[in-house]
Protein backbone atom coordinates (compact mmCIF):
# COMPACT_ATOMS: atom_id res chain seq x y z
CA UNK A 1 0.00 0.00 0.00
CA UNK A 2 0.94 3.78 -0.36
CA UNK A 3 3.45 4.73 2.44
CA UNK A 4 3.62 8.78 3.20
CA UNK A 5 6.53 10.26 4.90
CA UNK A 6 6.54 13.78 6.16
CA UNK A 7 9.38 16.45 7.60
CA UNK A 8 9.73 17.93 9.52
CA UNK A 9 7.58 17.10 12.54
CA UNK A 10 7.67 20.63 13.99
CA UNK A 11 8.92 23.73 12.65
CA UNK A 12 9.24 27.01 14.30
CA UNK A 13 9.14 30.55 12.18
CA UNK A 14 9.24 33.86 12.90
CA UNK A 15 6.26 36.22 11.88
CA UNK A 16 6.28 37.11 8.07
CA UNK A 17 8.88 34.36 7.12
CA UNK A 18 8.44 31.25 4.57
CA UNK A 19 7.87 27.45 6.04
CA UNK A 20 7.88 25.18 3.62
CA UNK A 21 7.30 21.48 4.40
CA UNK A 22 7.89 18.16 2.81
CA UNK A 23 6.25 14.93 1.64
CA UNK A 24 6.80 11.78 0.16
CA UNK A 25 5.36 8.63 -0.86
CA UNK A 26 5.85 5.51 -2.22
CA UNK A 27 2.93 4.28 -5.05
CA UNK A 28 3.66 6.00 -8.22
CA UNK A 29 0.00 5.19 -9.02
CA UNK A 30 -1.10 8.53 -6.59
CA UNK A 31 -2.44 10.79 -8.64
CA UNK A 32 -3.97 13.64 -5.88
CA UNK A 33 -1.96 15.20 -3.31
CA UNK A 34 -4.06 17.40 -1.00
CA UNK A 35 -2.89 19.10 2.46
CA UNK A 36 -4.89 19.91 5.27
CA UNK A 37 -4.68 22.02 8.06
CA UNK A 38 -5.74 21.09 11.88
CA UNK A 39 -6.39 23.34 14.50
CA UNK A 40 -6.36 21.02 18.00
CA UNK A 41 -9.36 18.92 18.58
CA UNK A 42 -10.60 20.19 15.35
CA UNK A 43 -11.87 18.78 12.00
CA UNK A 44 -9.01 18.61 9.29
CA UNK A 45 -9.80 21.70 6.65
CA UNK A 46 -8.46 21.43 3.08
CA UNK A 47 -5.69 24.13 2.22
CA UNK A 48 -4.63 23.40 -1.14
CA UNK A 49 -4.74 20.63 -3.39
CA UNK A 50 -2.45 19.00 -6.51
CA UNK A 51 -3.18 16.52 -9.02
CA UNK A 52 -0.39 14.51 -10.77
CA UNK A 53 -0.69 16.23 -13.99
CA UNK A 54 0.46 19.88 -12.69
CA UNK A 55 3.43 20.42 -11.08
CA UNK A 56 2.44 23.55 -8.95
CA UNK A 57 -0.67 25.21 -7.54
CA UNK A 58 -0.66 28.75 -5.59
CA UNK A 59 -3.20 30.55 -4.07
CA UNK A 60 -2.65 33.29 -2.43
CA UNK A 61 0.23 32.99 0.17
CA UNK A 62 0.24 29.35 0.24
CA UNK A 63 1.51 27.01 -2.74
CA UNK A 64 2.18 23.60 -3.50
CA UNK A 65 4.53 21.60 -5.90
CA UNK A 66 4.88 18.22 -7.07
CA UNK A 67 7.96 16.35 -8.14
CA UNK A 68 6.42 13.27 -9.49
CA UNK A 69 9.39 11.75 -11.09
CA UNK A 70 10.75 11.77 -7.42
CA UNK A 71 7.49 11.21 -6.18
CA UNK A 72 7.27 14.18 -3.35
CA UNK A 73 5.53 17.27 -3.02
CA UNK A 74 5.73 20.33 -0.89
CA UNK A 75 4.13 23.28 0.72
CA UNK A 76 5.17 26.54 1.01
CA UNK A 77 3.44 29.05 2.87
CA UNK A 78 4.90 32.18 2.29
CA UNK A 79 4.59 35.44 4.74
CA UNK A 80 3.19 33.65 7.70
CA UNK A 81 0.77 34.58 10.27
CA UNK A 82 0.07 33.56 13.95
CA UNK A 83 -3.02 32.33 12.69
CA UNK A 84 -0.80 29.74 10.35
CA UNK A 85 -0.49 27.89 13.77
CA UNK A 86 -1.52 24.45 13.51
CA UNK A 87 -0.56 21.07 12.53
CA UNK A 88 -0.37 20.36 8.69
CA UNK A 89 -1.28 17.14 7.35
CA UNK A 90 0.05 15.88 3.58
CA UNK A 91 -2.18 13.35 2.03
CA UNK A 92 -1.55 11.21 -1.62
CA UNK A 93 -4.64 9.00 -3.20
CA UNK A 94 -4.76 6.83 -6.15
CA UNK A 95 -8.08 7.75 -6.65
CA UNK A 96 -7.66 10.96 -8.18
CA UNK A 97 -10.37 12.65 -5.26
CA UNK A 98 -10.21 12.48 -1.56
CA UNK A 99 -11.50 8.92 -1.24
CA UNK A 100 -8.73 6.49 0.83
CA UNK A 101 -6.19 9.63 1.47
CA UNK A 102 -2.99 7.88 3.07
CA UNK A 103 -1.66 10.77 4.99
CA UNK A 104 1.58 11.88 6.28
CA UNK A 105 2.51 11.87 10.02
CA UNK A 106 2.16 15.86 10.67
CA UNK A 107 3.81 18.95 11.04
CA UNK A 108 3.39 21.13 14.02
CA UNK A 109 3.72 24.61 12.64
CA UNK A 110 4.43 27.39 14.83
CA UNK A 111 4.33 31.19 13.87
CA UNK A 112 6.29 33.53 16.61
CA UNK A 113 5.95 37.15 16.70
CA UNK B 1 -18.44 23.79 1.10
CA UNK B 2 -20.17 20.36 2.23
CA UNK B 3 -21.26 20.21 5.56
CA UNK B 4 -20.53 16.73 7.85
CA UNK B 5 -21.77 16.36 11.63
CA UNK B 6 -20.32 14.12 13.47
CA UNK B 7 -21.86 13.00 16.82
CA UNK B 8 -21.19 12.87 19.81
CA UNK B 9 -17.76 15.15 20.25
CA UNK B 10 -17.14 13.34 23.49
CA UNK B 11 -17.50 10.38 25.02
CA UNK B 12 -16.67 8.30 28.28
CA UNK B 13 -17.48 4.97 28.43
CA UNK B 14 -16.81 1.68 30.99
CA UNK B 15 -14.72 -0.78 29.91
CA UNK B 16 -16.41 -3.33 27.80
CA UNK B 17 -19.60 -1.23 26.78
CA UNK B 18 -20.25 -0.09 23.35
CA UNK B 19 -20.33 3.30 21.68
CA UNK B 20 -21.52 4.21 18.54
CA UNK B 21 -20.84 7.47 16.65
CA UNK B 22 -22.72 8.79 14.22
CA UNK B 23 -21.73 10.71 10.96
CA UNK B 24 -24.10 12.62 8.64
CA UNK B 25 -24.03 14.48 5.22
CA UNK B 26 -26.26 17.38 5.86
CA UNK B 27 -26.30 18.71 2.54
CA UNK B 28 -25.48 16.55 0.10
CA UNK B 29 -25.69 12.71 -0.27
CA UNK B 30 -22.25 10.22 0.37
CA UNK B 31 -22.73 6.83 -0.96
CA UNK B 32 -19.37 6.19 0.57
CA UNK B 33 -18.05 7.28 3.53
CA UNK B 34 -14.58 7.11 5.26
CA UNK B 35 -13.39 6.38 9.05
CA UNK B 36 -10.41 7.45 10.55
CA UNK B 37 -8.59 7.47 13.81
CA UNK B 38 -5.83 9.65 15.15
CA UNK B 39 -3.90 8.87 18.03
CA UNK B 40 -2.36 11.98 20.10
CA UNK B 41 0.01 13.72 18.25
CA UNK B 42 -0.21 11.33 15.29
CA UNK B 43 -1.60 11.49 11.99
CA UNK B 44 -5.13 10.16 10.71
CA UNK B 45 -5.09 6.08 9.83
CA UNK B 46 -8.17 4.77 7.72
CA UNK B 47 -9.74 2.23 9.35
CA UNK B 48 -12.32 1.36 6.95
CA UNK B 49 -14.36 2.54 4.10
CA UNK B 50 -18.74 2.71 4.60
CA UNK B 51 -20.44 1.83 1.23
CA UNK B 52 -24.51 2.80 1.31
CA UNK B 53 -26.09 -0.51 0.62
CA UNK B 54 -23.31 -2.89 1.13
CA UNK B 55 -21.09 -3.87 3.47
CA UNK B 56 -17.59 -2.06 4.66
CA UNK B 57 -14.51 -2.71 3.70
CA UNK B 58 -11.68 -3.08 6.53
CA UNK B 59 -8.36 -1.99 6.07
CA UNK B 60 -6.09 -4.03 7.52
CA UNK B 61 -5.03 -4.97 10.94
CA UNK B 62 -8.80 -3.44 11.74
CA UNK B 63 -10.82 -6.14 13.75
CA UNK B 64 -14.61 -5.72 11.64
CA UNK B 65 -16.37 -7.77 14.67
CA UNK B 66 -15.00 -4.64 16.67
CA UNK B 67 -15.62 -1.63 14.79
CA UNK B 68 -19.47 -2.27 13.58
CA UNK B 69 -19.91 0.24 10.71
CA UNK B 70 -23.86 0.52 9.09
CA UNK B 71 -25.01 3.08 6.21
CA UNK B 72 -27.98 2.52 5.88
CA UNK B 73 -28.71 5.71 4.65
CA UNK B 74 -27.04 7.99 2.18
CA UNK B 75 -26.93 10.45 4.57
CA UNK B 76 -25.61 8.72 7.66
CA UNK B 77 -23.07 6.19 8.39
CA UNK B 78 -22.45 4.66 11.94
CA UNK B 79 -19.18 3.38 13.51
CA UNK B 80 -20.21 1.24 16.80
CA UNK B 81 -17.22 0.20 19.23
CA UNK B 82 -17.87 -2.91 20.62
CA UNK B 83 -16.64 -4.40 23.97
CA UNK B 84 -14.38 -1.34 24.40
CA UNK B 85 -10.59 -1.02 26.11
CA UNK B 86 -8.59 1.78 27.19
CA UNK B 87 -6.26 1.18 24.15
CA UNK B 88 -9.69 2.12 22.13
CA UNK B 89 -9.48 5.59 22.91
CA UNK B 90 -8.72 7.99 20.37
CA UNK B 91 -10.01 11.18 17.85
CA UNK B 92 -12.18 8.81 15.70
CA UNK B 93 -13.23 11.00 12.75
CA UNK B 94 -14.93 10.38 9.39
CA UNK B 95 -14.60 11.86 6.04
CA UNK B 96 -17.18 11.93 2.51
CA UNK B 97 -16.51 13.10 -0.42
CA UNK B 98 -18.26 15.77 -2.49
CA UNK B 99 -17.28 15.84 -6.21
CA UNK B 100 -13.51 15.36 -5.47
CA UNK B 101 -13.14 16.79 -1.73
CA UNK B 102 -13.00 15.09 1.66
CA UNK B 103 -15.63 17.12 4.03
CA UNK B 104 -14.62 15.99 7.64
CA UNK B 105 -16.83 15.62 10.53
CA UNK B 106 -15.75 17.59 14.03
CA UNK B 107 -14.28 13.99 15.64
CA UNK B 108 -15.77 12.31 18.29
CA UNK B 109 -12.57 11.94 20.82
CA UNK B 110 -13.43 8.53 23.09
CA UNK B 111 -11.98 7.73 26.36
CA UNK B 112 -12.63 4.47 27.96
CA UNK B 113 -12.21 3.88 31.59
Known amino acids: GENVEQHPSTLSVQEGDSAVIKCTYS??????FPWYKQELGKRPQLIID?????GEKKDQRIAVTLNKTAKHFSLHITETQPEDSAVYFC????????????FGTGTRLQVTL | GAVVSQHPSRVICKSGTSVKIECRSL??????MFWYRQFPKQSLMLMAT?????????EQGVEKDKFLINHASLTLSTLTVTSAHPEDSSFYIC?????????FGQGTRLTVV
Open chain 2, 95 to 103: SAPENTEAF
Open chain 1, 27 to 32: DSASNY
Open chain 1, 50 to 54: IRSNV
Open chain 1, 91 to 102: AASFTGTASKLT
Open chain 2, 27 to 32: DFQATT
Open chain 2, 50 to 58: SNEGSKATY
